[in-house]
């Protein structure tokens, strides 16, 4: 079972860490214990959640750098029902710090084995970059859930992630796969984006995930007021298309099948 999902593309602006806040909410929906970790220096994970990333006692940089345990640096009263470890800028500090600490990929890792069950699902929104941050991650997970959006330089930015897994695989966690491909932001009138799609289909038929997430207003709203989308407009097409992918994801860890990363 993939408990601990990274949630990464080193390409910003693609919906990773709207994937990350509004499945752990969709997750929690179904009474699953979950734990969201913002592991971006930007904090919107953290914002996203209803949390000042200026006033937490607690952050994901404490954690790293061994100032906190993950128990303490966890936040648990939240509108949205899962957990949170947050992050702000700090956490460009925690890499220069960690750059010549022995083991420093493995920190995350290590925090999260003292809380890994305490919790059915644990989300790590990294940052949108192939970084040290990105690679605890990496380390730290069992799968990676990739969202993109359907155009061309998607593809590319794929194969370098992909690239960055089969590494990671190989050197420091054999466990490691690719749980899905998310299509997000998805609008069916644009023709590049139904051609992608198809490519995607054809190159990543086991991995990629059937729910797809499209443009929706009350998504891009949702953050501003520092809520999931389905505390703040449950009947929109955003929220409905989180809840199925979580409704998709649970069913995948019921009925675990070899994805295409595996069979390589």
């Known amino acids: ?48 959640s209803g ?6 006692n607690h952050s994901a940089y404490d954690v790293l750098t061994r ?15 899962y957990h949170l470890i947050g992050a702000n800028g700090d956490l460009v500090a925690a890499e220069v710090e960690l750059m010549n600490a022995i083991g420093r990929e493995l920190r995350l890792k290590q925090a999260l084995d003292a809380v890994r069950d305490h919790y059915d699902f644990i989300l790590i929104d990294c940052a949108p970059s192939l970084n040290m941050l990105t690679v605890n991650g990496l380390v730290a997970a069992d799968g990676v859930i990739i969202p993109m959006q359907c155009e061309y330089f998607a593809l590319e930015g794929l194969a370098a992630l992909t690239d960055t897994i089969d590494q990671v695989k190989q050197t420091v966690n054999p466990r490691l796969h690719i ?11 644009n023709t590049l984006a139904t051609d992608v799609s198809a490519e995607l289909l054809a190159h990543f038929p086991d991995s990629l995930f059937e ?9 891009a709203e949702a953050p501003a007021h520092g809520q999931a989308v389905i505390n703040y407009d449950r009947a929109s097409r955003g929220a409905m298309s989180y809840l199925a992918l979580a409704a998709e994801l649970l069913r995948r860890q019921d009925s675990p099948r070899k994805t295409a990363a595996e069979a390589v």
């Open 1 to 48: 079972m993939d408990k601990i999902l990274a949630v990464a593309n080193q390409k910003g602006g693609v919906g990773k860490t709207t994937t990350s806040v509004n499945l752990a909410a969709s997750l929690a929906a179904t009474k699953r214990r979950v734990l969201l970790i913002d592991m971006d220096p930007q904090g919107n994970a953290t914002m996203g």
């Open 51 to 56: 949390v000042n990333k200026h006033e937490m």
């Open 67 to 81: 100032q906190c345990t993950a128990e303490q640096a966890i936040i648990k009263d939240l509108e949205a029902g």
């Open 179 to 189: 749980t899905g491909i998310l299509r997000t932001m998805f609008d069916p009138r």
């Open 211 to 219: 729910t797809i997430i499209p443009r929706n207003v009350r998504l």
